[in-house]
């Protein structure tokens, strides 16, 4: 057997036994979900658009009220994952998702529109703190590797499903594409209920003590002392910096090929679901070079890179060019799973999944507001200075990753 092979071997053998491979299998199709509508959005913004007789500033805001409203969920989702466990959080959270998606797709007016956005985000926001503590716990040796495969899944489904929605939109409508996805949302939500262990402890490789139990306010106290660690704070500002470029990133890709470069819209979903191709391939990798190298190296030169393929954006003039480029964009999102797993092994365990939803609150608040910030920008008639914009601030999410001490 190659070197290669068997250390791929041994890392599928990691991950499996013991029913782990249940409990990663339903928390990555929950996330390939939950990531893939909230991609769909933008692929069928020009249809919306339509719909509700609104602008490009407008239709941005919608996207970043779920990511105002995930973001806003993250502290408390995190209390109460601690309080419920991971197993009713992420079910829950599919559930409530599914609710806000029939509610989404009905409605008959723009605010309405903003309402279900938001019903959304809160739903699909319960479901990060709880998939981010169970991958930890359930894989405390192949946390990088678990995370990977978790939002490799999302990349998948970011890729797929606005490739459906780019596809059919014009036959099928976007409302029916939005409500049809309902019921997958509740089959993966009784997967999970199903097969998930409460606590989810009881699975993992080692033991791990969670110390003492406190109180929800004891547990609110702990927050501040948890978040101070150097490394903490300089990974949670460079994700910061990289998620504000990422949103407006994937809320206008589509839009810009369309309007800007001509593009028909089934191609250009084509397109928009390279990048996530681009995604996935790229987490697959990252969480086990992380696991094997370290993080400094692997968040740099995601971030890096990430970088240059922004500043490239106003040059391309080709569809064959930018289904190349729209790939190599995807890669700068080998940065989650590394800067995850490492913030959250930074993270006191007692404490652990209070403060990960408060620093997840944080980034996702003010990095929701990319997409507006591109949306105005393109009324303005700057669509392409927006992009290099986004390029700095991903370069400065580089210079923050650099300064991280090795873990």
Excluded at 299 to 321: E, I, M, N, Q, R
Excluded at 350 to 375: H, P
């Amino acid at each position: 057997m190659s070197e290669s092979r068997r250390r791929l071997t041994e890392s599928v053998q990691g991950l499996r036994g013991d029913g782990r491979g249940w409990i990663l299998l339903s928390i990555a199709s929950g996330w390939l979900l939950t990531l893939g509508l909230r991609f769909l959005v933008p692929a069928v913004i020009p249809q919306v658009k339509e719909t509700f007789v609104v602008d490009n500033a407008t239709a941005g805001v919608a996207v970043t009220v779920v990511w105002a409203f995930y973001a806003l969920t993250q502290f408390p989702a995190g209390l109460i994952t601690d309080r419920i466990g991971e197993r009713t959080a992420l079910a829950g959270s599919l559930a409530m998702s599914a609710a806000s998606l029939v509610f989404l797709a009905s409605a008959p007016v723009f605010a309405v529109f903003l309402v279900g956005a938001a019903a959304f985000g809160i739903g699909s926001g319960f479901y990060g703190p709880a998939r981010g503590t169970a991958l930890s716990r359930a894989f405390p040796t192949r946390a990088g590797a678990a995370f990977g495969i978790t939002l490799a899944a999302g990349s998948f489904g970011s890729a797929v499903l606005p490739l459906i929605a780019g596809v059919a939109v014009d036959e099928l409508g976007w409302r029916v594409l939005v409500g049809g996805a309902t019921p997958l949302f509740l089959a993966v939500a009784a997967l999970a209920y199903r097969v998930l262990p409460d606590p989810i402890d009881e699975y993992a490789e080692t033991t791990i003590d969670t110390g003492p139990t406190f109180t929800l306010r004891e547990a609110i106290e702990r927050v501040p002392d948890a978040v101070r660690d150097r490394d903490v704070l300089l990974a949670v500002t460079g994700l910061t910096f990289y998620l504000f470029a990422f949103q407006g990133l994937t809320a206008f890709l589509p839009t810009y090929l369309v309007d800007v470069e001509h593009i028909g819209q089934g191609v250009a979903s084509g397109v928009f679901a390279l990048l996530f191709v681009g995604g996935g391939l790229t987490q697959l990798a990252a969480g086990s070079l992380s696991d094997r190298y370290g993080t400094v190296p692997v968040l740099v030169t995601a971030a890096g890179f990430g970088a240059l393929t922004l500043f490239a954006v106003p040059f391309v003039d080709s569809t064959a060019v930018w289904a190349v480029l729209a790939f190599l964009l995807g890669t700068r999102m080998g940065i989650a799973p590394v800067a995850n797993s490492s913030v959250i092994a930074a993270l006191p365990t007692d404490a652990q999944g209070a403060s990960w939803g408060f620093l997840r609150t944080c980034f996702f608040l003010v990095s929701a507001t990319g997409s507006a910030f591109v949306g105005a920008m393109a009324d303005a008639d700057l669509f392409d200075e927006a992009f290099v914009v986004l390029g700095v601030l991903t370069a400065c999410a580089a210079v923050c990753f650099q300064r991280l001490g090795a873990r």
